[in-house]
Every structure is written in C-alpha cells, then in structure tokens.
C-alpha cells in the first residue's frame, strides 16, 4: 500500500488540440467572410476578418499557454482556484454522460457533507487514461472509494 507522503504532486493540463483547431477554423472562416462581403459591403467584410481574427488569435494564445486544470497531490484535489481536502471526501467516479445538456467524461466528487457531487469535465485533458490511473492511486491512498454507478 501507498503511504501519501510518497506521492508526488501531479499536474493535468489542457488539451491543446482543440484550440489550435479552433484557431485555425476561425481564420478561415473570417477570410471566407471577407473575401464574400468585399465587393458588396467592405466594412462588413473588414469587421468580420477583424473580429475572425482577434478570436482566432485568442484561441492561438490558449493553444500555447499551459493550462493546469486537475493538480494531485497528497493532501488535496486543485480544480480551478479551489481545493478539495481528501479528508472530505467520501467517494468519486469517473463516467461518461451522455444526455441534452452533457455530453462527455466526468470526474464526480461527492463530499462527506454535501448532497450535490462537484462535477469536473475531464474532455478537456490531454490525458483522461492517465488521470483515471493516477486518481485510482491517490484515492486508494487517501481510503476514497470508487462508487460504481448503475
């Protein structure tokens, strides 16, 4: 058994390509729009490649930054700005979702004091396999266990 001293601190980042997708799909879209508005209206066609532009040149900037979404480490689970003692948990489980308003892989946290379970979308990471492996880890580490849904 895994003593939590001898974890280390593990950090998930953003998947990457989806944003360089994005970015690439805007400005195509933005000149596709410039080039069908320049002979009818050229301050359409200006707005719209500048607006394309900006958007897509955002969506470059995200691609590049390292954008830490889940951080691991022996005494806490960090989601965003916020961190979730092991202490407080009670269980979690990782499942796919598949209805009108989600539609992917989650991480579900339920707390030992709350009766909604904080909901993490993991489509976002770079690597669910490894996160699913490592959460298995430290929640095995910390006595959290994995509630199987039904």
């Not at 390509?17 to 301050?43: E, H, R, V, W």
Request: glycine fraction near 4%; charge should be positive; proline fraction near 2%.
């Amino acid at each position: 058994m895994i003593s939590t001293t001898e974890l280390p601190t593990l950090q998930f980042i953003e998947c990457r390509k989806t944003n360089a997708y994005a970015a690439i799909l805007l400005l195509l879209i933005a000149a596709g729009f410039y080039l069908s508005f320049m002979k009818k209206t050229p301050i359409i066609a200006w707005f719209s490649f500048l607006t394309g532009f900006i958007i897509s040149a955002y969506f470059v900037w995200k691609t590049f930054r390292k954008t830490v979404v889940i951080e691991l480490s022996s005494n806490t689970i960090k989601h965003k700005d916020y961190c979730y003692g092991w202490g407080r948990l009670q269980s979690y489980e990782i499942r796919y979702l598949h209805s009108n308003s989600y539609v992917g892989t989650y991480l579900f946290l339920n707390s030992k004091n709350a009766t909604i379970p904080l909901k993490i979308c993991l489509d976002v990471l770079e690597d669910q396999e490894s996160f699913k492996h490592q959460m298995a880890i430290y929640a095995k580490a910390n006595h959290i266990e994995l509630e199987k849904y039904t």
